[in-house]
């Protein structure tokens, strides 16, 4: 993984979360381990676009080389419940 994304989750006009990716899963490039402004931790999959709040395990690869930000947002309809 290069850098880190910042990606924000509106929940409604006036409820936001802003992610950090901090990882990515082992076996699959396209899911993103996100950490919420929250404090919880998310999984992203980049194809269908939607974030789903998870438990981390030894699944993800956690990056901890330096982070370059970057902003990505989601839409309401992409956002797991």
Not at 45 to 73: F, K, N, T
Request: hydrophobic share 35%.
């Amino acid at each position: 993984m290069n850098g880190t994304a910042t990606l924000t989750r509106h929940r409604s006009s006036s409820d936001t979360v802003e992610f950090q990716v901090i990882g990515e899963l082992r076996d699959d490039l396209h899911h993103l381990l996100l950490l919420g402004s929250d404090g919880h931790s998310y999984g992203y999959d980049i194809i269908s676009g939607e974030i789903r709040e998870l438990e981390p395990d030894d699944s993800w690869a956690v990056d901890v080389v330096g982070h370059v930000a970057q902003r990505l947002e989601a839409t309401a309809g992409k956002l797991a419940t």
